[in-house]
C-alpha cells in the first residue's frame, strides 16, 4: 500500500480522498483505463459518438419540469425537477454505462462486468452491451438477486448472466468485491463497467463527467425558464453519482447551495442506517480512501436503507470532499420519510420516483416552506418507481402478490 500511494499523484486525488488502493495486477489495467480515458475525453469522434447515443438512445436532453402543484403546495420557493426517471432503462444510470462501455469498446474490449445492488446498473449495463453486441457478466448478492427478482429476470432477458454472489452478507458491497476479483483475473478482453463514482481513480472521474450532462442541462433549462441560477440543487447520494452529476456545474457557482440526502434507514442514530458521511469515518475499501460505515478495527457495517439503490457503506471520494470542504452539505432522510415523500409526490405532481429520489423529495419537502417564493430549488428525480410498488405497498401493510 505504501508503495502504490507513493506513485499516486495528486489528480488522482480529492483532498485527501480518492486514490488506486488495489492489487498490483489491476494496476496496470487502471493506468490503460486512465490513459485511454484521457485520450478520449477530448477526442471529437468519441464525444460526437456519446452525445448522438445520449440524444438518440437515452433520450436526452431530460426535462426540467416546474412542480407548479407542489411550488404551491409546500408554499415557499418554486421547485423543479430534473428528470432522470424518464432516461431509457428508467434512471440515471445509463449516462455513465454508454460513457465506460463507449471507452471499452474504443479500448478493443469484448466483454463487460458489472456490479449491481437492486438491479438498475446492471439492467442499463445489460441494455448497452446488446446495443454494442458485447458479452455482458453481472454480479449481484445473492440476498439482493431474491429481493430483486423481477430486475434479475429482465437482465437474464437482456441476454447477460448473472451471478448470484455468496461471500460475506451477500449484497451490494460483495458484489463489488466479486466483480473486481473477476477483473484481475480476466482483463484481456474485459472492462468493468463501475456503477457509481465510488472505486480506484480513475472511476470517479469519469462517472463524474459522464453524469455531469445533468447539471450542462439543468443550468441552461434554469437560465432559459428564470434568467438565473438555482439557490439550491438537491439529489439523493448512494455512492453519489447522480448527486455529482447534478452538482458538477455548480460547484463554482458558490452562492448554489449544494444538498445531498442520505439514507438514514431506521434513523442516524440507529444501527439500521446507510448514513454514511453523518455517521462514518475515514477508511480504505473498494480501492479508494473515503468515508465509510465501519467498527473500530476497520470492518464494514453492515448497512440498510428500505432503498435498495442507497444501501452502500460508503459514498465516492468526491463527496467525502465537498463534505470536508463544507462546499456541499449531506442530510439523512429515514425510510418513513422517503416513503411519505414517495405518495405525496405521486399524489401532487402525479410521478411515481423511484424510492432513492425521494429521499431527495423529502428534504425539498421540509426546505421549501422556510425559503422565499423568489428562490429556486432543483431536486433531481433519479429514476422511476415502478420497481418500488410492490414494497411501498408492503411497507403499508398492503398485499398486492395476487
Ligand atoms: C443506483 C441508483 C441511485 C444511487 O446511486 P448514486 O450513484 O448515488 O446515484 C439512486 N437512484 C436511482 C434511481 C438509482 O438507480
Same mark, same amino acid.
Given at each position: ?87 431509457? /432503462?428508467?434512471?440515471? =444510470?445509463? +449516462? ?5 462501455? $463507449?471507452? &471499452? !469498446?474504443?479500448?478493443?474490449? @469484448? ?33 439482493? /438477486?431474491?429481493?430483486? =427478482?423481477? +430486475? ?5 432477458? $437482456?441476454? &447477460? !448472466?448473472?451471478?448470484?454472489? @455468496? ?236
Amino acid at each position: 500500500m505504501k508503495e502504490m500511494e507513493k506513485e499516486t499523484t495528486e489528480s488522482r486525488h480529492y483532498g485527501e480522498f480518492g486514490g488506486q488502493y488495489i492489487p498490483e495486477t489491476l494496476m496496470a489495467e487502471l493506468d490503460r483505463v486512465a490513459q485511454a480515458y484521457d485520450h478520449y475525453k477530448n477526442d471529437p469522434d468519441f464525444l460526437k459518438e456519446l452525445h448522438d447515443l445520449l440524444n438518440n438512445y437515452a433520450n436526452r436532453p431530460s426535462l426540467l419540469y416546474y412542480a407548479k402543484q407542489m411550488t404551491e403546495d409546500l408554499g415557499g420557493a418554486k421547485i423543479y425537477l430534473k428528470r432522470e426517471d424518464l432516461n431509457h /432503462t428508467g434512471a440515471h =444510470k445509463i +449516462n455513465n454505462v454508454i460513457g465506460q462501455a $463507449l471507452l &471499452a !469498446k474504443r479500448m478493443g474490449k @469484448t466483454r463487460l462486468i458489472a456490479e449491481t445492488g437492486a438491479g438498475q446498473h446492471g439492467v442499463a449495463t445489460a441494455t448497452i452491451a446488446d446495443l454494442f453486441n458485447m458479452d455482458c457478466e453481472i454480479f449481484m448478492g445473492k440476498e439482493d /438477486t431474491e429481493r430483486q =427478482k423481477l +430486475n434479475v429476470y429482465r437482465m437474464e432477458l $437482456l441476454g &447477460a !448472466k448473472v451471478h448470484p454472489v @455468496t461471500t460475506g452478507s451477500m449484497v451490494l458491497k460483495d458484489a463489488v468485491n466479486a466483480t473486481l476479483q473477476e477483473w484481475t483475473q480476466r482483463i484481456d478482453d474485459t472492462f468493468y463497467v463501475m456503477g457509481s463514482a465510488v472505486g480506484p481513480y480513475p472511476f470517479p472521474e469519469m462517472v463524474h463527467d459522464f453524469q455531469s450532462v445533468i447539471s450542462k442541462e439543468s443550468k441552461q433549462q434554469i437560465l432559459e425558464a428564470e434568467g438565473k441560477l438555482p439557490d439550491m440543487v438537491v439529489a439523493c447520494v448512494g455512492g453519489g453519482s447522480n448527486a455529482i452529476g447534478s452538482f458538477a456545474n455548480y460547484i463554482d457557482d458558490k452562492d448554489v447551495q449544494l444538498v445531498g440526502c442520505e439514507a438514514a434507514g431506521k434513523g442516524v442514530d440507529t444501527d439500521q442506517t446507510a448514513a454514511t458521511i453523518e455517521r462514518g469515518s475515514v477508511g480504505i475499501f473498494h480501492g479508494m480512501k473515503s468515508m465509510f460505515l465501519q467498527n473500530k478495527y476497520g470492518q464494514i457495517d453492515k448497512v440498510y436503507s428500505i432503498s435498495a439503490g442507497l444501501d452502500y457503506p460508503g459514498v465516492g471520494p468526491e463527496h467525502a470532499h465537498l463534505a470536508e470542504l463544507k462546499r456541499a452539505k449531506y442530510v439523512g432522510i429515514t425510510d418513513d420519510e422517503a416513503v411519505n415523500a414517495f405518495e405525496y409526490i405521486a399524489k401532487t405532481e402525479g410521478i411515481v420516483a423511484a424510492i432513492e429520489s425521494c429521499h431527495a423529495v423529502a428534504y425539498v419537502e421540509k426546505i421549501a416552506p422556510k425559503m422565499r417564493k423568489d428562490q429556486i430549488i432543483i431536486c433531481t428525480l433519479s429514476g422511476r418507481g415502478d420497481k418500488d410498488v410492490a414494497s411501498i405497498a408492503k411497507y403499508r401493510g398492503v398485499n398486492i402478490d395476487d
